[in-house]
Nanobody, 114 residues
């Protein structure tokens, strides 16, 4: 099993920045991809950014140019740096390992006020 713990998040005005961090524990050797998903009220879960096992990075079109993702899957760490935040970025952000059917953290709230 893998446990994921997020930190960061909070309330910020539109145009502001936040950084989310995630650290994995447990059987880190099981991790082949790490990233962030988000869940907004009334919306489906959305993949925000992922670092694949080969180091490739995927970002949602809605955040390209504003968010960056970095980390080390072998060490079980991943960070999401969010700039130029918009109200539509408001959601609970989850650290996820191995995709939607893998391991999820408890989530951290990000609220962007207009």
């Amino acid at each position: 099993q893998v446990q994921l713990v997020e930190s960061g998040g909070g309330l910020v005005q539109a145009g502001g920045s936040l950084r989310l961090s995630c650290a994995a524990s447990g059987n880190i050797a099981l991790i082949n991809a790490m990233g962030w998903w988000r869940r907004a009220p009334g919306s489906q879960d959305e993949m925000v950014g992922v670092i694949e096992i080969d180091g490739r990075i995927r970002l949602a079109e809605s955040v390209k140019g504003r968010f960056t993702i970095s980390g080390n899957n072998r060490k079980g760490t991943v960070t999401l740096s969010m700039n130029d935040l918009k109200p539509e970025d408001t959601a609970v952000y989850y650290c996820v390992a191995n995709g939607a059917f893998g391991f999820w953290g408890q989530g951290t709230q990000v609220t962007v006020s207009s």
